[in-house]
């Protein structure tokens, strides 16, 4: 099977580099709606700071036999928002936006609601309803992107995966401390 060529004239692309050198990492070859794509990104970005703050609630009133591992499970996806919210927030950057931090109209930019719950289990359970929006906000996202912003795409991809593997936690933790907040049973052998 032949190689398939390398069309791109390098002398095309180093002219297309200086036009517009204003533009940044905004090329010619950027095919997004990008005031679309900073609006996407801010409501992600408000997803991830309400998540935050929900974890860190949840870190800080964890009360019970229990409290100590969950706790420890809250702050860490606190700190892996954190960290989501960053990315988010750099790459509106890149994208020549400005990642809207204002905490008027963050729930309402949010994708994910704050609900505080009333124990463990309530807790972990409205971490994984967030969890589960998140993973269908940025799967619709991803889809909308497509080819037309590639760096934006993959980095939901990677936020993704890690909004997946915290519903996994948390549905894990569901599943051993049962639906009372105890340990669940173990099942019953059948013979």
Known sequence: ??????????????????????????????????????????????????????????????????????????????????????????????????????????LSRSHADYVEGDDLVDMIKEDLVAERIAIDSYRDIIHYLGNDDSTSRRMLEGILAMEEEHAEDLATLLDELGKKGEPAKPAKRSR
């Open 1 to 106: 099977m032949a190689a398939k060529p390398f069309l791109t004239d390098i002398k095309t692309i180093r002219k297309r580099a200086r036009e517009h050198i204003e533009k940044g990492a905004i090329t010619d070859g950027y095919k997004a709606d990008r005031n679309m794509v900073i609006k996407l990104l801010n409501e992600a970005l408000a997803t991830e700071i309400v998540c935050v703050l929900r974890y860190k609630r949840h870190y800080y009133m964890a009360s019970g036999i229990h409290a100590k591992s969950v706790a420890a499970e809250f702050l860490e996806h606190a700190n892996e928002e954190q960290a989501h919210a960053d990315l988010i927030a750099q790459r509106i950057t890149q994208l020549d936006g400005a990642p809207n931090f204002n905490p008027e109209g963050l």
